[in-house]
């Protein structure tokens, strides 16, 4: 099985390299990915919709070199829906960029098949200001997502007391985010979280951070508040991650992040997502 000839809702796509190795330490393939990524799109749409997505490539598999795309490919379908959004401060100098929006099984078929294994989005929708609050836990060694929980916990028991409810998930690398759903400019979101990750680095100074200077966090856990800045992005809920396994940024329960004491109790593989969606559904749907 090399290249084929597909058609996807309506849309002729060319999908090439089936068969291609791109987690080797499973045997994962390409078409994998791209069956993945099928298989999970009705959950994975809805947290993609109308957000301008970064693509992270990996075209040589997660051992390889990868890149992070912004611009949409030249050689994209005319159907892939595109937005012209502004980047001002762009490190390539470029005032504008035509970011893939991905809405469709089509176009998610289509950034399966370059090998884009990882999708970041930010946490606005084209247009709008930001509907979500999120806080990326990020681990600084010996600390884990076991030690990540209990921040989680204490985030939440905070984020509720200001009448904010708050979803979990992995990030299918290191850590976990928290996902707050707000109304468009109800808040503004990166002063909130700034003052939140410093507030808690006051109140357990063993356990946790708010820095970003890198020497301050080992053993603890970096609340990176940063991700709400309207450049900033974060992997997406069901997104692949280029580990050395085909693991998942996946949404968790708080049950499981409370009963959570060691690294694999919240380690999630393709296979293993696939049929947690198939008996709890979207455990990430804050819209209701």
């Given at each position: 099985m090399g290249d084929q000839v597909v058609e996807v809702e309506g849309r002729r796509l060319k999908i090439t390299n089936l068969d291609k190795v791109l987690y080797p330490e499973t045997g994962f393939t390409k078409g994998q990915v791209i069956d993945y990524y099928a298989r999970i799109a009705p959950v994975l749409l809805p947290?993609?919709?109308?957000?301008?997505?970064?693509?992270?490539?990996?075209?040589?598999?997660?051992d390889g070199q990868s890149f992070f795309e912004k611009n949409v490919a030249r050689h994209a379908p005319d159907w892939v829906r595109?937005?012209?959004?502004?980047?001002?401060?762009?490190?390539?100098?470029?005032?504008?960029?035509?970011?893939?929006?991905?809405?469709?099984?089509?176009?998610?078929?289509?950034?399966a098949n370059l090998a884009a294994l990882e999708l970041h989005v930010p946490q606005w929708t084209v247009g709008n200001d930001p509907d979500l609050l999120v806080f990326d836990l990020d681990p600084g060694a010996p600390a884990t997502v076991?030690?990540?929980?209990?921040?989680?916990?204490w985030l939440r028991e905070e984020l509720a007391e200001g009448g904010y409810p708050a979803w979990a998930k992995t990030s299918g690398a290191k850590g976990m985010q928290l996902y707050v759903p707000?109304?468009?400019?109800?808040?503004?979101?990166?002063?909130?979280?700034?003052?939140?990750?410093?507030?808690l680095a006051k109140q357990h100074p063993r356990h946790v951070v708010?820095?970003?200077?890198?020497?301050?966090?080992?053993?603890?856990?970096f609340i990176d508040w940063s991700q709400n800045k309207p450049a900033k992005t974060t992997v997406a809920p069901y997104s692949l991650r280029a580990r050395p396994r085909p693991t998942v940024s996946t949404p968790i329960t708080w049950q499981e992040v409370e009963d959570c004491d060691d690294v694999q109790d919240l380690t999630f593989t393709a296979d293993e997502v696939r049929a947690r969606v198939a008996e709890f559904g979207d455990l990430l749907d804050y819209r209701g």
């Open positions: 947290h993609l919709k109308d957000r301008p997505c970064t693509l992270r490539r990996y075209p040589n598999g997660v595109t937005e012209r959004l502004a980047t001002p401060g762009s490190s390539q100098g470029n005032e504008y960029l035509d970011f893939v929006i991905i809405d469709d099984l089509p176009t998610l078929a289509w950034v076991v030690e990540c929980c209990q921040v989680a916990l707000v109304e468009p400019e109800e808040m503004d979101t990166w002063e909130y979280a700034r003052e939140l990750a410093e507030r708010a820095t970003m200077a890198k020497a301050q966090r080992g053993g603890k856990i």
